[in-house]
């Protein structure tokens, strides 16, 4: 049974002020910690939860049993009550321990990265099989956690060894009974994919296009330009999470083009686990499309990041793939003065620099710059499609030169 104080009712119309506390180490520094914040910050907004406050510390690595010095967290339990926070929220996976101690200190109740997105998740699926998902990942997430639950219950041991407390008892039994939703859960799925691969076989041999890339950097309008559709899009974290594929058909070159669950940093195993099916669709690709939020000031950190789970989705195997820019209606920079002789950043670059970089590490064809809302560039990365979608087309069908 869950601790009712540590859920987020999502009825309650009073506005919930959070206080976000990141950790900076030697392998993260202190503006990657402050620009993590601000992605946690922006999780937190999708879930409904105001980002009122934030606390970061250099530490070596995160406490194992607080996640934070004790010092910290007592200038934590200062701010919170000060400040009137109703909750904590901490950018990485807590254990049941380092929940427990801080929910201890700060009196509020504490949530961390994981069930953050766990939670938004929860709300955006819609099929059947985006909840199945989406609940077997919260319960293989709770199932460790479940200890922390009943530490208000005492747990009395009496002459015999054997003899258990109420809450231990209770503990057990709540194990149990997740573990058996876990495979039931499990089981469903099964049966939902094999489904699916049923349905991807019939589809024929036409190519396959993914749409890949960070969470929110217009994957839906990308798709609703190329295909003419009305895909579901939003300006918020995980706006889609069902698998979409629609036939697109380019100077009568037809091909299939799927928009995928978008990735983000420290995307929680579980998901990666429980979405493993949707995500066939980005193994069974014959090209893929990476869409980049230019405007976004991390962006070659978000590339970072889906290059890293891409490999590993895909186990070292290598696909092509078109690297589109996105939103370049909204990139700004800038302007170095003339006088300034240290070295130009990123943010002094302008989008013609930009573009020229790209292109001389990508290869020419191998890189878009679009507007998907204003459609500006979607008539030339229509073009690098059809050119790399006939490329594959010709290798399968030799013959069906009359298709171009």
């Known amino acids: 049974m869950i601790d009712e104080k540590n859920l987020t009712p999502k009825d309650n119309k009073e506005e919930i002020r959070a206080l976000l506390i990141g950790v900076s180490t030697p392998e993260q520094t202190e503006r990657q910690t402050r620009d993590y914040l601000d992605e946690l910050a922006f999780l937190a907004m999708t879930d409904g939860i105001t980002a009122a406050a934030t606390m970061t510390q250099n530490l070596d690595a995160p406490k194992s049993g607080s996640y934070l010095g004790s010092g ?3 200038e ?10 109703d909750l904590v929220i901490v950018d990485d996976e807590l254990t049941a321990v380092q929940i427990n101690t801080i929910e201890k200190a700060c009196k509020v109740p504490v949530r961390d990265r994981t069930s953050l997105i ?5 709300d955006h699926a819609r099929t059947a099989y985006a909840k199945t998902q989406v609940e077997l990942a919260q319960y293989n997430y709770m199932l460790p956690r479940l200890t922390r639950m009943w530490t208000h219950l005492d747990r009395q041991r009496g002459g015999g060894t054997n003899m258990r407390g109420p809450g231990e008892t209770q503990l057990e039994t709540d194990r149990q009974l997740i573990k058996r939703r876990i495979s039931k859960l499990r089981d469903d799925l099964t049966k939902i994919d094999k489904q699916k691969q049923t349905q991807r076989k019939n589809r024929g041999a036409l190519v396959r296009v993914a749409l890949v890339g960070y969470t929110n950097v217009g ?3 990308i798709m609703n330009s190329l295909s003419n559709s009305e895909v579901f899009a939003d300006n918020r974290l995980f706006a889609t999470l069902d698998t979409t594929v ?10 299939l083009l799927s928009d995928t669950v978008g990735f983000i940093r420290k995307l929680p195993t579980e998901l990666i686990e429980s979405f493993k099916s949707t995500l066939d669709e980005v193994r069974e690709a014959d090209l893929l499309l990476h869409v980049v939020d230019i405007s976004h000031p991390a962006f070659e950190d978000q590339i970072a990041v889906v290059s890293k789970t891409l490999e590993e989705l895909l186990e070292g195997e290598k696909k092509p793939v078109i690297l589109v820019f996105n939103k370049i209606d909204d990139y700004s920079y800038v302007e170095k003065d003339p ?3 240290t070295p130009a950043t990123k943010e002094n670059l302008s989008l013609e620099d930009l573009e020229k970089t790209w292109m001389a590490h990508m290869g020419e064809s191998d890189v878009a710059f679009v507007s998907a809302k204003t459609g500006q560039g979607m008539s030339e990365l229509k073009e690098l499609l059809y050119d790399r979608a006939k490329e594959i087309h010709v290798t399968r069908y030799p013959y069906n030169d009359f298709l171009y």
Request: hydrophobic residues 45%; contains cysteine.
């Open 118 to 122: 766990l939670d938004i998740f929860a």
């Open 219 to 221: 994957k839906s309008t």
């Open 246 to 255: 629609r036939k697109v058909v380019i100077k009568n070159l037809p091909f």
């Open 72 to 74: 910290k967290l007592e």
């Open 76 to 85: 934590c339990a200062e701010l919170i009550e000060r400040e009137k926070l």
């Open 339 to 341: 006088d300034d002789l």
